[in-house]
């Protein structure tokens, strides 16, 4: 797949099952993490590999953390299915750090650029993945488990694997409502 096909093909796929990326594909994922844009060079980001097992035990967390912060009862009872929705999950961290020239803004989305690069990877080597945030992705509870401080910001949860079913998007958007000249 050449990169222009990637980006004009490229599609979030919610069903997906095993199997995960093998190591060398999830080798590559996270190697593009790594290549995105990056003021200063003071790389703002922590990712956490969830898989296997690892998804009950952040499951579990979900499902404290949701009670903790008295959650509605949808949102409790949906906490520990949510990460067996795919075979891997990727929780990608926006560490931010003081710095003159790099506000906390462009920090977060290069965290944010990480994870596009990381689908975009995963979907290029055949598989599929999904960007999911929600309250997960802004739970104090979650962050404190998770041993982030207060300044992190989860910027999404990337979730990979074989996609369920084979449905190709067709475009939603045409450029001319979206673009203007000056």
Same mark, same amino acid.
């Given at each position: 797949?050449?990169?222009?096909?990637?980006?004009?093909?490229?599609?979030?796929?919610?069903?997906?099952?095993?199997?995960?990326?093998?190591?060398?594909?999830?080798?590559?994922?996270?190697?593009?993490?790594?290549?995105?844009?990056?003021?200063?060079?003071?790389?703002?980001?922590?990712?956490?590999?969830?898989?296997?097992?690892?998804?009950?035990?952040?499951?579990?967390?979900?499902?404290?953390?949701?009670?903790?912060?008295? $959650? &509605?009862?949808? +949102?409790?009872?949906?906490?520990?299915?949510?990460? !067996?929705?795919?075979? @891997?999950?990727?929780?990608? #961290?926006?560490?931010?750090?003081?710095?003159?020239?790099?506000?906390?803004?462009?920090?977060?989305?290069?965290?944010?650029?990480?994870?596009?690069?990381?689908?975009?990877?995963?979907?290029?080597?055949?598989?599929?993945?999904?960007?999911?945030?929600?309250?997960?992705? $802004? &739970?104090?509870? +979650?962050?404190?488990?998770?041993?982030?401080?207060? !300044?992190?910001?989860? @910027?999404?949860?990337?979730? #990979?694997?074989?996609?369920?079913?084979?449905?190709?998007?067709?475009?939603?958007?045409?450029?001319?409502?979206?673009?203007?000249?000056?």
């Amino acid at each position: 797949m050449d990169a222009i096909e990637l980006l004009l093909t490229r599609q979030s796929d919610s069903k997906l099952t095993e199997p995960g990326p093998s190591p060398e594909q999830l080798d590559i994922i996270k190697q593009a993490a790594l290549r995105v844009p990056d003021h200063g060079c003071i790389a703002p980001w922590q990712f956490i590999l969830v898989q296997g097992d690892a998804r009950i035990k952040l499951g579990e967390m979900y499902y404290q953390c949701a009670l903790a912060e008295q $959650q &509605s009862e949808k +949102v409790v009872n949906r906490a520990k299915d949510l990460p !067996l929705r795919a075979p @891997v999950i990727i929780i990608a #961290i926006a560490k931010y750090e003081e710095h003159p020239k790099v506000p906390r803004i462009e920090q977060i989305q290069s965290a944010g650029c990480s994870v596009l690069a990381m689908q975009q990877a995963a979907f290029a080597q055949g598989l599929g993945g999904v960007w999911r945030t929600g309250y997960f992705a $802004q &739970s104090n509870a +979650v962050k404190q488990a998770l041993n982030l401080n207060e !300044l992190d910001e989860i @910027v999404g949860y990337l979730y #990979i694997g074989t996609p369920a079913v084979d449905c190709k998007k067709s475009p939603r958007h045409k450029p001319e409502s979206y673009f203007t000249n000056l």
